[in-house]
């Protein structure tokens, strides 16, 4: 169901940009990529989106390959505040757009 | 902006006793959606609604879990009778429609162990 892969964990320094990958190789023109994350006993919150082109946000980057087979969440300068769980997902037209969780990738940020 | 309500925070009970959860979703979004996360997991889909209506419960144990959401707005997830494995985090999150562009919020979790 996740259609996406990510490595399981990740480590940064502080303060350094971090690019977090995800491989979602079945793609579909009308699919959505999505990222979450998931900090300490807190419910995920929604990080950013998009469809074609990168996309920026006050949180992050978000840069989709040309072929939409992979994606990168970029975190420019990594605070001790975002270690925590990243979500890639894909929202898809052929699941009706249901917003399905995989593993994700445990970031850990080093002072 | 008031987020997502849920309550309890946290419930403990015991095998074959039944419980329920309560969610109060951001005013005005029409999808809601229940999750169940197991500790170290991430979240699996229970159910989704689009207003009152049900879109998708295919991952709902409906012979022990049941949900509703009356008049559109609130919400509440039952267990009945509970098990050991029941265990978990159930998250409430919340959007404006269901489709692929918009976000979702969660609330913050209730937290169920079941001894």
């Known amino acids: 169901d996740a259609k996406t892969t990510q490595p399981n964990s990740m480590e940064s320094n502080e303060e350094e940009p971090v690019h977090l990958p995800c491989n979602h190789s079945?793609?579909?023109?009308?699919?959505?990529i999505h990222w979450y994350r998931q900090l300490p006993s807190q419910g995920p919150e929604y990080v950013i989106h998009?469809?074609?082109s990168n996309v920026n946000n006050r949180m992050a980057s978000l840069a989709i390959a040309e072929d939409r087979k992979s994606s990168t969440l970029i975190l420019h300068r990594a605070t001790l505040r975002d270690a925590a769980v990243y979500y890639c997902i894909l929202r898809a037209m052929d699941s009706s757009y249901k917003l399905i969780f995989g593993s994700g990738t445990r970031l850990l940020v080093r002072p | 902006e008031a987020g997502v309500a849920q309550s309890p925070r946290y419930k403990i009970i015991e095998k074959r006793q039944s419980v329920a959860f309560w969610c109060n979703p951001i005013s005005g979004h029409a999808t809601l959606y229940w999750y169940q996360q197991i500790l170290g997991q991430g979240p699996k889909l229970l159910i989704q609604f689009q207003n009152n209506g049900v879109v998708d419960d295919s991952q709902l144990p409906k012979d022990r879990f049941s949900a509703e959401r009356l008049k559109g707005v609130d919400s509440t997830l039952k267990i009945q009778p509970a098990k050991l494995e029941d265990s978990a985090v159930y998250l409430c999150?919340?959007?404006?429609?269901?489709?692929?562009?918009?976000?979702?919020?969660f609330g913050q979790g209730t937290r169920l162990t079941v001894v």
């Open positions: 079945t793609i579909s023109g009308t699919d959505y």
């Open positions: 999150a919340s959007s404006l429609d269901p489709g692929g562009y918009t976000e979702a919020f």
């Open positions: 998009g469809l074609t």
